[in-house]
């Protein structure tokens, strides 16, 4: 079945950027998602990508795709203390059809 | 409501004891998912339920595991005979169409504690 690997923690400078990566294995998923988690909250869509796009911008978030490599990464510029939260990434078919979640990244903010 | 909504927000009960958790998706939506984050884990999917197909239940981890959904909107997700390593976060989400993919809305989940 289909894998998702993330690294589990960064930790980054307020005012810099973040980048979160994102290896998959199976390249039939249509779309690829990014989710934020915060203390005591439910998961948050943040952004996605559909597979025949190579890069997406929303705002101060860049999602890149390199389905080459089978690699997704989140961007986030000028990071701040609010975007402190855990970060999935996550496949999907399209339609109606289940989620498969990385691990989560731990994105820590210091001054 | 305008968020999915789950009950309880915590669970703590004694091994071997049944359980029922509680999902009430947004108004609308066909579609109802319940996923489970163990601690320092991704989430696992579970079981998802669309409009009036028969449900997948392709990741319910043991027998002890079922949920219905009535009416199809609410659904419960029963645990039989609970384990310690059932312990976890239940998460539910529901979704609806948004331009070019879709959005899976969660809810705030359920912490089960099983001792």
């Known amino acids: 079945g289909e894998d998702v690997e993330q690294s589990l923690f960064l930790s980054v400078r307020e005012g810099d950027s973040s980048v979160i990566n994102c290896t998959y294995t199976?390249?039939?998923?249509?779309?690829l998602y990014w989710y934020k988690q915060e203390p005591g909250a439910g998961l948050q869509l943040l952004t996605y990508?559909?597979?025949?796009?190579d890069m997406k911008q929303d705002q101060r978030l860049t999602v890149l795709l390199n389905k080459k490599d089978k690699h997704l990464s989140l961007r986030i510029a000028d990071t701040q203390t609010g975007d402190s939260a855990i970060y999935f990434c996550?496949?999907?078919?399209?339609?109606?059809?289940?989620?498969?979640f990385g691990a989560g990244t731990r994105l820590a903010v210091h001054p | 409501g305008a968020g999915v909504s789950q009950s309880p927000s915590n669970k703590v009960t004694e091994k071997g004891k049944d359980v029922e958790l509680r999902c009430d998706p947004i108004?609308?939506?066909?579609?109802l998912y319940w996923y489970r984050q163990s601690l320092g884990q991704g989430l696992e999917f579970l079981i998802y339920?669309?409009?009036?197909?028969?449900?997948?239940k392709s990741g319910l981890p043991s027998d002890r595991f079922s949920a219905e959904r009535t009416g199809g909107s609410v659904s419960t997700l029963t645990i039989q005979r609970t384990q310690q390593e059932d312990s976890a976060v239940y998460l539910c989400?529901?979704?609806?169409?948004?331009?070019?993919?879709?959005?899976?809305?969660f809810g705030p989940g359920t912490r089960l504690t099983v001792l």
């Open positions: 339920f669309q409009g009036n197909s028969a449900p997948d």
């Open positions: 108004s609308g939506h066909t579609a």
């Open positions: 989400a529901s979704s609806g169409r948004l331009a070019g993919g879709d959005e899976q809305f």
């Open positions: 990508i559909f597979s025949n796009m």
């Open positions: 996550a496949m999907g078919g399209g339609g109606y059809n289940k989620l498969i």
């Open positions: 199976d390249s039939s998923s249509t779309y």
